[in-house]
C-alpha cells in the first residue's frame, strides 16, 4: 500500500487507500484490520487511522466485531441488488421530479459536469472520474427539490460506495459515459420519461456489473 502524500488529510488518504484496496479485491472479505499495523504502514498516529475505520464502517465496507476487531464485510451479490434496487426507484422518481424544474444554471452545471467526465474518461484518469460522476448525479437530483429524497439517495450511495468501481472493473468509466450521453439528451429535451428511463437503464447496469466483479471476488477469495 502507498505512503501519505502531502496534498490529502492523513484520515482522508488512509480511508482512500483501504476503500480501493477492499473494491479491488486486494484485501479480501473477512480480512482483519489491525489499527496499529495499519498507524506502522502509513506512519500516522492512531487518531487518523480510527477516523478512518470508522468512516469505512460507515460506508459499509468493513465491519467491528465484539472482541474479535475490524474485518473487511463479507461481500453479498444479494445485499448489493437489494441497495441498488431501492437505488432504482429513488433515481428514477428524483429525476421524474427535476426535469420540470431544472433551471438554466442547472442544466448549464450538468452540461460541464458531463463534459469534465467525458474529458477525464478520454484521459484515464478514473479517480477523479468518480468525484464527478458523483457531482453529476446530485446535480440532478438536487433539482427535484426534495431535500428527504435527495438525502436517502446519498445515503444510499454512501451505505455502498460504487462510485469507485470506475477504478477496478475494466469498462464500465466507457459503458457509463455512454449511458449519461443518453441521460444528457433526455435532461436537453426535458423529457422526465426518457430521463427516468435512462437513469433505470443506467442504474441496472452498473448493478449488473458490480454484482459480476463481487462475485469475481467471492470466488477467487480462499
Same mark, same amino acid.
Given at each position: 500500500?502507498?505512503?501519505?502524500?502531502?496534498?490529502?488529510?492523513?484520515?482522508? #488518504?488512509?480511508?482512500?487507500?483501504?476503500?480501493?484496496?477492499?473494491?479491488?479485491?486486494?484485501?479480501?472479505?473477512?480480512?482483519?484490520?489491525?489499527?496499529?499495523?495499519?498507524?506502522?504502514?502509513?506512519?500516522?498516529?492512531?487518531?487518523?487511522?480510527?477516523?478512518?475505520?470508522?468512516?469505512?464502517?460507515?460506508?459499509?465496507?468493513?465491519?467491528?466485531?465484539?472482541?474479535?476487531?475490524?474485518?473487511?464485510?463479507?461481500?453479498?451479490?444479494?445485499?448489493?441488488?437489494?441497495?441498488?434496487?431501492?437505488?432504482?426507484?429513488?433515481?428514477?422518481?428524483?429525476?421524474?421530479?427535476?426535469?420540470?424544474?431544472?433551471?438554466?444554471?442547472?442544466?448549464?452545471?450538468?452540461?460541464?459536469?458531463?463534459?469534465?467526465?467525458?474529458?477525464?474518461?478520454?484521459?484515464?484518469?478514473?479517480?477523479?472520474?468518480?468525484?464527478?460522476?458523483?457531482? #453529476?448525479?446530485?446535480?440532478?437530483?438536487?433539482?427535484?427539490?426534495?431535500?428527504?429524497?435527495? !438525502?436517502?439517495?446519498?445515503?444510499?450511495?454512501?451505505?455502498?460506495?460504487? #462510485? !469507485?468501481?470506475?477504478?477496478?472493473?475494466?469498462?464500465?468509466?466507457?459503458?457509463?459515459?455512454?449511458?449519461?450521453?443518453?441521460?444528457?439528451?433526455?435532461?436537453?429535451?426535458?423529457?422526465? !420519461?426518457?430521463?427516468?428511463?435512462?437513469?433505470?437503464?443506467?442504474?441496472?447496469?452498473?448493478?449488473?456489473?458490480?454484482?459480476?466483479?463481487?462475485?469475481?471476488?467471492?470466488?477467487?477469495?480462499?
Amino acid at each position: 500500500m502507498k505512503k501519505l502524500p502531502t496534498y490529502k488529510t492523513k484520515k482522508d #488518504f488512509v480511508v482512500e487507500i483501504l476503500r480501493e484496496a477492499i473494491l479491488s479485491g486486494a484485501l479480501k472479505p473477512g480480512e482483519r484490520l489491525e489499527q496499529e499495523q495499519l498507524a506502522n504502514h502509513f506512519e500516522v498516529s492512531s487518531t487518523p487511522v480510527r477516523e478512518a475505520l470508522r468512516q469505512l464502517e460507515a460506508e459499509g465496507l468493513i465491519e467491528h466485531i465484539p472482541h474479535k476487531g475490524v474485518r473487511v464485510v463479507e461481500l453479498s451479490v444479494e445485499g448489493v441488488r437489494e441497495v441498488y434496487m431501492i437505488r432504482c426507484v429513488l433515481e428514477t422518481l428524483a429525476v421524474r421530479l427535476a426535469i420540470p424544474n431544472l433551471s438554466h444554471e442547472e442544466l448549464h452545471e450538468l452540461e460541464e459536469l458531463h463534459k469534465q467526465m467525458v474529458d477525464l474518461s478520454s484521459r484515464n484518469l478514473l479517480e477523479r472520474l468518480g468525484d464527478v460522476n458523483r457531482q #453529476f448525479h446530485m446535480t440532478l437530483y438536487k433539482a427535484s427539490k426534495s431535500r428527504v429524497l435527495c !438525502d436517502m439517495i446519498n445515503n444510499l450511495w454512501t451505505r455502498l460506495p460504487w #462510485f !469507485d468501481v470506475w477504478t477496478v472493473i475494466p469498462g464500465r468509466a466507457q459503458e457509463a459515459w455512454e449511458e449519461h450521453d443518453k441521460i444528457m439528451d433526455a435532461v436537453r429535451k426535458r423529457d422526465p !420519461d426518457l430521463a427516468s428511463d435512462m437513469i433505470k437503464e443506467h442504474c441496472e447496469r452498473g448493478c449488473q456489473r458490480v454484482a459480476d466483479h463481487i462475485q469475481r471476488l467471492i470466488l477467487s477469495s480462499p
